[in-house]
């Protein structure tokens, strides 16, 4: 199974994603602590009804399909629409987070039978929440990326270091990458 994780590793820097998810380098940085603080709430496992919506967090979710398996920060539930939320305690880089959350929403479809059209990121930095709309084009993205980790995960390769990042100090595994 490729850790839904690992999608947005990879989006982010395909050798960061090997480093992480094939050697477990792991470096803790103000980002990744930030993150870890912000994400005690999400990660309690509470479930609460909020503004008319049932919130679950920290939820398992898995597709044998697509050979994906992780967590959701929170699912919404109103009525009979579900939609994912991802927790991020920066800023947006790139399009990583979206392609984690239609990750998400995959799994969610095949579990429950139901179609997850949107999602959201919500970004701590800025406190606001942007909505993902999960197109034909982003699915098909984010099914290449699987196959591109699981071909990774299998043959265990270090990916070359890009040449350049949208923000390179925030990878947490920098003190590993020369790049």
Not at 24 to 42: E, F, L, Q, S
């Amino acid at each position: 199974m490729v850790p839904i994780s690992a999608i947005e590793h990879h989006a982010y820097c395909p050798r960061q994603c090997a480093l992480i998810h094939c050697d477990g380098v792991w470096a803790d940085n103000k980002h990744t602590v930030r993150g870890t603080r912000g994400h005690r709430r999400v990660d309690s496992g509470r479930h609460r009804e909020e503004r008319g919506r049932l919130v679950l967090r920290s939820i398992p979710l898995w597709s044998e399909r697509h050979g994906l398996s992780g967590r959701a920060d929170a699912v919404e539930v109103a009525g009979a629409a579900i939609v994912p939320v991802e927790y991020k305690s920066g800023v947006r880089h790139g399009k990583a987070a979206d392609l984690q959350v239609c990750a998400q929403a995959l799994c969610l479809e095949e579990m429950l039978g139901l179609d997850v059209p949107t999602g959201y990121v919500w970004y701590g930095g800025p406190r606001r929440r942007e909505r993902v709309d999960l197109t034909l084009e982003l699915r098909k993205e984010v099914l290449t990326i699987v196959e591109e980790v699981r071909s990774t995960l299998r043959s265990g390769t270090l990916p070359e270091p890009r040449t350049t990042h949208a923000a390179p100090s925030v990878s947490s595994a920098l003190t590993a990458c020369p790049s």
